[in-house]
């Protein structure tokens, strides 16, 4: 016996493809200024957002990020069956926060960077199978929260490394609800952890493109699609390093994934804003989907699109013991409707 | 309309409910010595386990109980179709590296100290909603690795407050099946945030009882049900105050929990191993689930029980910057096959 919704190894395809209702995204004054900008919601004016710390700051975005996606939903707290968030602060204090003052019965995930596309397999999942009429997903991060926590304290202007990649500041939040008008949720791949032994906490890209190359190439044997069937392909925070390393691991085996192939934290941001190799965090995959792609699909340029988030499973007291840093990603396809 | 498989406002009755398939816990040399020490699969002599930190130990008892779980279950990594498992370290760094190890599609989530039981919850939606035949759901706490991240360096000698808990050194592990011989999910209901501004991190069971009172009640809301109609009701790591607190809190709004009601952190140790009140970190719910109760229910002793994993949603930097200690509370309902 095999369970009824899986085709292949590892990819669910939905009976009744979940909708997304309603997306939001709140980004930051940097990436205010980068070449998406015109796709937030609404730009910071600092980082701080009028709060005390960063941490506030980040919860502040998160829980206003939530708010406006139900607000464009026309819906209320109270008709979200599920809440399934995670952020990469310690505890994901700005997802708990947040769940907090929105009282929804909450599913607390972490899935590093991958979070929002974890988040949408996993809602999609709960949707499909009966158990809610409406998940509201979403995931943050902030620039100076995971600075300080993952590397160095901002005040030590440590020089970062060419492979660097810089932290969104933004959240994102969508509603998925089981049925209506919109682009739907046809397929999920969860991903399994892949470690190539990469070491360098200043080069996530390479760490985190062996799981998405694993997780893409599953996604089309699972389904026997191929590059080509959809419009666009986006990985969630490899940067342009990362990036150039899953055309890479993935030539040998699939059909090229050429131009249509992108990937968030390369679109996030312009050269002339100096990140480095790009973008990364929970917030990038989920601003530049919440925004960018879904504003893309919705105007028809795109019909189909994959999107693999990606994750990092690093901690500083992994990296500390000598750990290398093992990598996720979770591939989920969308359809306009 | 509403959706199918849910009744009431937060919990889902399953339509096919999910079978324990096999269960394993491992357990340190302190919780070796309590009073459920005939209940462990394992345990350990000291709390390195030959490690050269207690972050490797954390994360190889937390693999070993997961193979042992698929051992008694006669199923291999390839034949689980989901991974869902967290901790308490950072980045939960322990159920990571376990992921990649086993390399089984992984959902990774953070419900603090109710992790065991979110993952019993999302685990029986995944399988009664036909996206996976088997789960595999662990949980793990260290008390050295989580005394030294949410507390104070164990050298220092701090002197313990009286409400202060013990976080349990083990891992707990279930696999769950859709089909099979044996104890059953019938129900889960998922937790709101709940708090109610107490800001104490050495009093942890006062944080989270509003949280296992409020996902209590409403399950009795929901289902029709009245702790009558369990045998044993237990949350997860309350201790000695949380448990008397959690009376208090619903002697009002339903029939007295009365003496079938216990705490998985009081019964773990008992007076004369000086751990105040009692057990706590997600090791506790898991060890104490995975071993004492489900032999339990094996054994026909009980024969419908009610366990909430109760989680405390702070981070040390949360409360240094001044903010409370919200908690959460998932229960899942079991009944012998």
Redesign the interface.
């Known amino acids: ?6 085709i292949g190894q ?1 990819t ?1 395809a939905f009976t009744n493809p979940p909708v997304i209702i309603a997306a939001a995204c709140i980004a930051g004054p940097k990436e205010g200024k980068g070449p998406l900008k015109d796709s937030f919601d609404k730009v910071l004016e600092d980082i701080y957002y009028g709060e ?2 960063w ?2 700051a980040e919860q502040r975005i998160f829980q206003e990020t939530m708010e406006l996606a139900l607000e464009k939903a026309n819906l209320k707290t109270g008709d979200i ?2 809440m399934l968030a ?1 952020d990469l ?5 700005a997802a ?2 947040t ?2 003052s929105l ?10 960077c991958s979070t929002m596309y ?1 988040g949408l ?2 809602g999609s ?9 409406y998940v509201l997903v979403g995931a943050s991060s902030h620039y100076a929260t995971a600075e300080r926590q993952f590397r160095f304290p901002t005040e030590q202007g440590v020089q970062r490394a060419m492979s660097a990649q810089w932290t969104v500041t933004g959240s994102g939040a969508i509603v998925l609800g ?2 209506g008008q919109g682009t739907r949720i046809t397929h999920a791949t ?6 190539f032994g990469e070491g360098d906490a200043s080069d996530m890209g390479a760490a985190m493109a062996p799981a998405a190359a694993d997780t893409l190439l599953q996604h089309f044997r699972d389904t026997g699609r191929s590059p080509g069937d959809y419009d666009l392909i986006a990985t969630g925070d490899l940067g342009k390093y990362g990036r150039q390393l899953v055309i890479k691991l993935t030539e040998q085996q699939a059909p090229a994934l050429s131009d249509r192939y992108t990937d968030c934290g390369v679109l996030i941001f312009d050269e002339s804003q100096d990140t480095h190799a790009g973008g990364s965090g929970c917030g990038c995959s989920a601003v530049v989907t919440c925004g960018h792609i879904l504003d893309q699909i919705n105007q028809g340029r795109i019909k189909r699109f994959l999107g693999v988030g990606t994750g990092a ?6 990296c500390q ?1 000598g ?1 290398s840093i ?1 990598g ?1 990603g979770h591939a989920v396809a969308m359809e306009a409707g």
């Open positions: 016996m095999k369970a009824v919704k899986k590892q669910i005390k710390t941490e506030k069956d599920f995670g602060t310690n505890q994901i204090i708990n926060f769940a907090r009282a929804i019965p909450f599913i607390g995930l972490y899935g590093a974890e397999a996993l999942m709960l949707i499909d199978g009966g158990f809610a009429r089981s049925e969860v991903g399994r952890v892949v470690d499973l690093l901690s500083p007291c992994s013991q750990e093992p996720i």
